[in-house]
């Protein structure tokens, strides 16, 4: 198995893929890899020539400087899961000073908006990391397809946005939620929830359940106050959010349209905040 930690190395060494006419197949991640992480990769090894994973923990992405500090990172265990599922997966794994050139800071980017709302709101700066080191990372890797879960939904429209807005002919793939077998979203922060509160957690997602059903005879407004009361009722939860929004433009809405919709949550369990998503209609 090949592991970069170097730009140039990589580039090099992709050169051969890109003057082949092989497709690069590419998934970002920040490492602490679960199922959920293998499912986009396996989907990348359908549908190209070789694909390329990344590891690193993105420090502008992070508002929190607690959250970056207990992020876990576990590249050694990473690597034995993606050589499990195919040794001939490219790892590239830099150092911060590699992707920042010694200066870590963020760009600016203008989303139309959609890093405005939800995880924008409560996150200030968020997605301008994001998008800085996936602009970076397409940079370097030059991907065919770049695959993306959909449990970051709002993530997956700002980097659809960024290529669109950059012109980098990039195929933003979007590949659905994993779950653990209780129905609790696949997230590396899993892992800091004690096994009590993982099984307290499969409530997330019955309670969205419960929203997707709800949205086809109630208004809005209604199913905004099921998921609120559902919460109320188990007080070892702390909703930071719930909203309905467009998906196209992840606006929050007040009255149906003839648009897809979808429910987005960012919850509180102890100190562990979890993010989820559901489509509704």
């Known amino acids: 198995m090949l592991i970069f930690s170097k730009k140039a190395a990589l580039q090099a060494h992709l050169d051969t893929y890109i003057k082949a006419g092989k497709g690069i197949g590419f998934v970002p991640t920040m490492g602490a890899l679960h199922s959920g992480h293998l499912s986009l990769m396996q989907q990348s090894l359908e549908q190209n020539g070789v694909t390329v994973v990344s590891i690193f923990v993105n420090p502008t992405q992070f508002n929190n400087p607690d959250d970056l500090k207990k992020y876990p990172r576990t590249l050694e265990a990473d690597a034995e899961k993606i050589s499990g599922l195919n040794k001939d997966i490219i790892i590239f794994a830099p150092e911060v000073d590699e992707m920042y ?54 993530q997956l429209q700002i980097v659809k946005k960024l290529v669109e807005k ?57 199913v905004k106050s099921f998921v609120e009361s559902a919460f109320e009722a188990h007080p ?12 196209d433009t992840l606006e929050p809405a007040t009255l149906k349209e003839n648009r897809k919709y979808r429910a987005f949550i960012a919850i509180f369990l102890g100190n562990v905040r979890l993010i989820d998503n559901i489509s509704l209609n």
Do not use: W
């Open 236 to 247: 070892a939860f702390k909703p930071e959010y719930f909203e309905i929004a467009a998906e």
């Open 166 to 222: 950059n012109h980098m002919g990039i195929n933003v793939v979007g590949c659905p939620i994993t779950r653990e077998d209780n129905g609790l979203a696949m997230s590396s922060r899993n892992a800091r929830l004690s096994d009590a509160e993982r099984n307290e957690a499969a409530l997330i997602y019955k309670i969205l359940q419960g929203a997707r059903k709800r949205f086809d005879f109630e208004s809005i407004a209604e």
């Open 101 to 154: 050139d010694g200066n870590t800071v963020s760009s600016h980017y203008d989303f139309d908006g959609l890093e405005n709302q939800m995880e924008g709101a409560h996150r200030p700066g968020h997605f301008d990391g994001v998008g800085t080191i996936v602009k970076k990372l397409f940079e370097i890797v030059r991907p065919t397809n770049a695959y993306f879960g959909e449990k970051d939904f709002q």
